[in-house]
């Protein structure tokens, strides 16, 4: 006949797996700290954690700066145009345009044509990021009074 003493998950069992005396349920005891001390195997994990997300995180806000910084140069050179057009719809010569260019978005080029009744200008510039991306271009129309 069975004893209640006979089953498995009994740690009075003679068969029993004695883990540490009166914590059956823990592999040791547990700690002073209340088992916040670090063990032998874990020394260097955060270091190593933070060596791997630090460059990641650079990264990140790299990319961040330099989709922001080419955004902000796009629409300085969307009004540029803008502005060049006006003037250049207006009777302004072309190196007055291109001077307004270089004021509002710095270095960058120029070009005039007629399409019609309308006079457009198109701007590009290089980003300043040194990375192998595309030149920004932008480009506007204005109406042209006739000349």
Excluded: K, W
Excluded at 7 to 13: E, I, K, Q, W
Excluded at 128 to 144: E, G
């Amino acid at each position: 006949m069975a004893s209640h003493l006979d089953f498995p998950g009994n740690p009075h069992h003679p068969h029993a797996i004695r883990r540490g005396t009166g914590y059956p349920h823990r592999s040791r005891p547990p700690s002073a700290d209340g088992g916040l001390t670090v063990r032998q195997g874990d020394r260097g994990s955060v270091t190593a954690e933070f060596a791997v997300v630090v460059p990641a995180v650079l990264l990140v806000v790299a990319l961040s700066a330099g989709t922001l910084s080419a955004t902000s140069r796009l629409v300085r050179l969307e009004q540029a145009a803008a502005q060049s057009a006006r003037l250049v719809a207006r009777g302004e010569d072309a190196g007055r345009a291109a001077d307004v260019v270089t004021a509002i978005a710095g270095s960058a080029s120029t070009a005039i044509r007629a399409e019609g009744d309308l006079v457009c200008v198109d701007v590009s510039a290089a980003l300043a990021a040194p990375l192998p991306l595309v030149a920004l271009r932008a480009s506007s129309c204005a109406l042209s009074d006739g000349r």
